[in-house]
């Protein structure tokens, strides 16, 4: 940090010192508390404010949140609306909000209000709908990934929102958990590059706090199953958890979400080792942490570690948590209030919380904030910026998983083709969880593509024919109408959170007959699916001539995998998490710590292995150079020669993996530590360099202190492998 920016740090610091003095309990408490105002009218509603949904704006209402109760962040989640829910619609109430809270409260500190803006502005009719992060990750860009977010940032504030739940840098080590397409995917490093690069896209404008989730140990349960029980060991949870977000606190993000799920026996929101040995002291994380969703509550009605409200209060505040997303339950500050009283919660506990959140207020500038453009609000929203980015995001993340004698690219001249599969003609299906609503859209709420418009539009001259289930394709004469290709699109329901968990990894049953009928048909079929996680599809990478997945490419979705499947973009996603063989065979990550070893069944043996993906060209690798030796605190610098051995233009992302030939500790057979995408014209190479740092050649010893250990190690890059030593 430079001379001026610590200045600037100090000078804010004195003013959260200078307002915290001032404050009463009551003004103190009710910055740690988040409510969502909807769902905390709807409980009130009746007796105290009628039945009419606009008294959130009602000013009787505002005055028992913000100046009975002092409440000082407002949260939106997945089913929140206001009005219409158009732009103008949040802004004017936002707007309102703010006028109501500097006029009247005692100190006009400024409130947090949050929401879920996880894929795009996916609250709101006519925006653009993002692919989800599992896809972002898949496309091995971090400086789209940052372009991506800084849209989402802009558009997020023009409205007046000043934090965004987001980005989730969960790594999802379970493909049976529900937030798997959410998540970073199955890697710690790649999962730390992203997200790095979302938070730093995401508060690039200074205006809005990305709010980092959920920490942590979130993606690995031991049943997969969403908020089910995790026993992680410490060296789990550091190796494979913690880097992006440690990534994630380099990039300054200035809050984080804390995961409600119990790891090890405690519920993270009480866990004191977590939140303040873990990721105070030893992460030096200096935001504002805030629990998920009524999780605090729930340490007394899930989890059953405290025998009452209070308690559950008391415990999570003493572990280190600076607020309570309450979300209905405005007692919160009540229940707080005794506990501070009593002495259950000590002042200086209470007074940090105030600090780290009034901090993020004054790191904002939200005391300075300007009015609101109500009338432009949105503006920005669905822009045709917005959708570029959102359907080149979604085209480089696509990814090939089979490609039999080459059938794709399908030629532009094809002149029959059967499509099959409700979801082909289906907008929700392509946006998946999380939009303009928890669990996924209404139909008729979107305005896109389908799949198959793009491709009747991209080869208007064939006969396309299209059956959206199995009776359609049996009323189909398929001896005459002599299909050259059968396009299968299968997905998944759209669905948030625990709906999603799934424990057969299979696809829903009138989707699977549909497809078995069509792979029947024996005509050729290119399976595209829809689906925000590896599903068992083992069985059909038998059976069918190729496999694109598209995951859940949001409302720009459909025209990149019609400009795939047709060769007008060559497919350069590649995989952020293994395709398990079946249900039976999860987890399967690549970077367990396996055995090479022909006696014991402990090989990673997936059907699509992290960092695969095809492409319409063939990539070769030579030449790889790494130094003999290198000593601790130096860089490496690797370089291999990628050349495109084949007739077109392509992406190849280069992966440089590390494994360690003998170290102090068991180890993964082999860990990611750089990668570069790199473009290839048709016969073309390129010598790549890559830099590993000290902190990419260091590992936890058997004490978890992470350590440059002097150990001879292998750099592998494709087929190419290079031996060093690391002098320690
Ligand atoms: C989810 C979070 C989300 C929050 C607010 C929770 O149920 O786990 O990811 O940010 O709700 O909607
Ligand atoms: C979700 C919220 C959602 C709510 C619906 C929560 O678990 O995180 O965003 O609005 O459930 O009841």
Request: charged fraction near 25%; proline fraction near 4%; include cysteine.
């Amino acid at each position: 940090m430079n001379r001026d920016s610590t200045n600037a740090h100090t000078h804010l610091e004195q003013q959260v010192e200078e307002l915290l003095d001032d404050l009463s309990l009551r003004e103190k408490l009710g910055q740690c508390v988040m409510i969502e105002p909807c769902f905390c009218l709807e409980e009130r509603n009746s007796e105290e404010f009628g039945d009419d949904f606009s008294s959130v704006m009602d000013p009787e209402y505002l005055e028992m949140l913000l100046v009975d109760y002092n409440i000082g962040s407002f949260l939106f989640g997945g089913a929140s609306r206001i009005g219409d829910g158009s732009p103008v619609a949040w802004a004017d109430y936002i707007a309102r909000v703010r006028k109501f809270a500097h006029n009247n409260t005692r100190h006009k500190i400024p409130m947090l209000f949050g929401i879920d803006a996880v894929h795009g502005l996916n609250f709101m009719k006519g925006s653009t709908i993002y692919t989800h992060n599992l896809a972002v990750t898949a496309t091995w860009n971090p400086q789209l990934a940052r372009q991506y977010a800084a849209m989402v940032g802009t558009e997020l504030s023009s409205i007046g929102f000043n934090c965004n739940f987001a980005p989730t840098i969960d790594v999802a080590r379970d493909t049976r958990w529900g937030r798997v397409y959410e998540s970073l995917g199955e890697d710690p490093y790649l999962a730390a590059e992203i997200s790095r690069a979302l938070v730093e896209g995401m508060q690039g404008n200074g205006d809005l706090a990305a709010c980092a989730k959920h920490f942590i140990g979130y993606g690995e349960s031991n049943n997969g199953m969403d908020r089910t029980p995790a026993d992680l060991s410490e060296r789990g949870i550091l190796e494979n958890h913690a880097p992006p977000f440690e990534a994630a606190i380099e990039a300054d993000v200035l809050t984080m979400m804390v995961s409600g799920g119990d790891v090890n026996g405690m519920p993270i929101p009480a866990s004191k080792r977590m939140l303040t040995d873990l990721l105070r002291d030893r992460l030096k994380f200096k935001g504002a942490t805030m629990s998920d969703w009524e999780d605090v509550e729930r340490l007394y009605s899930r989890h059953k570690i405290v025998p009452d409200r209070k308690e559950a209060v008391v415990r999570s505040f003493n572990a280190g948590l600076d607020m309570n997303m309450a979300v209905s339950h405005i007692g919160a500050v009540d229940v707080m209030e005794e506990a501070v009283k009593d002495g259950s919660i000590p002042m200086q506990r209470l007074d940090q919380a105030v600090r780290n959140i009034l901090l993020v207020k004054f790191k904002l500038g939200l005391f300075e904030e300007q009015p609101l453009d109500i009338q432009h609000a949105g503006d920005l929203v669905g822009s045709r910026q917005s959708r570029a980015l959102a359907e080149q995001l979604a085209l480089e993340s696509i990814t090939l998983l089979k490609n039999e004698n080459q059938i794709l690219p399908l030629d532009r001249d094809t002149k029959s083709i059967l499509i099959t599969g409700s979801s082909a003609d289906s907008k929700r299906h392509l946006c998946g969880g999380w939009t303009l609503g928890w669990a996924g859209a209404e139909e008729d709420d979107l305005e896109c593509k389908t799949i198959l418009d793009a491709i009747r539009e991209k080869v208007p001259s064939a006969t396309v024919t299209y059956v959206s289930d199995i009776d359609e394709l049996r009323e189909q004469d398929l001896a005459k109408k002599d299909f050259d290709v059968c396009i299968s699109v299968v997905s998944e329901e759209p669905h948030a959170e625990w709906y999603g968990d799934s424990m057969e990894l299979g696809f829903e049953e009138p989707e699977e007959a549909l497809l078995r009928a069509a792979i029947a048909t024996g005509i050729p079929v290119v399976v595209v699916s829809v689906i925000g996680r590896p599903l068992n599809v083992s069985w059909l990478d038998d059976q069918v001539a190729a496999m694109l997945w598209a995951y859940l490419p949001g409302t720009e979705g459909a025209q990149p995998v019609a400009d795939i499947l047709f060769g007008e973009h060559n497919p350069c996603g590649r995989l952020p998490i293994s395709f398990p063989r079946d249900a039976s065979h999860v987890p399967v990550v690549y970077n367990a710590r396996n055995y090479e070893s022909d006696e014991i069944n402990t090989r990673y043996d997936p059907l699509y292995s992290f960092g695969y993906g095809l492409s319409y060209t063939d990539f070769t690798y030579s030449k790889l150079k790494v130094p003999a030796e290198v000593k601790s605190g130096e860089e490496v610098e690797v370089t291999i020669t990628v050349s495109n051995a084949g007739k077109v233009d392509g992406s190849e992302v280069v992966q440089l993996f590390l494994r360690d030939i003998f170290a102090s500790v068991t180890r993964p057979l082999k860990s990611l530590k750089a990668f570069a995408r790199v473009s290839l014209k048709a016969g073309e190479s390129k010598t790549v360099s890559l830099t590993l740092t000290p902190h990419q050649l260091s590992l936890y010893d058997e004490d978890l202190k992470f350590v440059e250990e002097a150990r001879p190690v292998e750099a592998l890059i494709g087929d190419q492998v290079g031996e060093f030593r690391i002098l320690g």
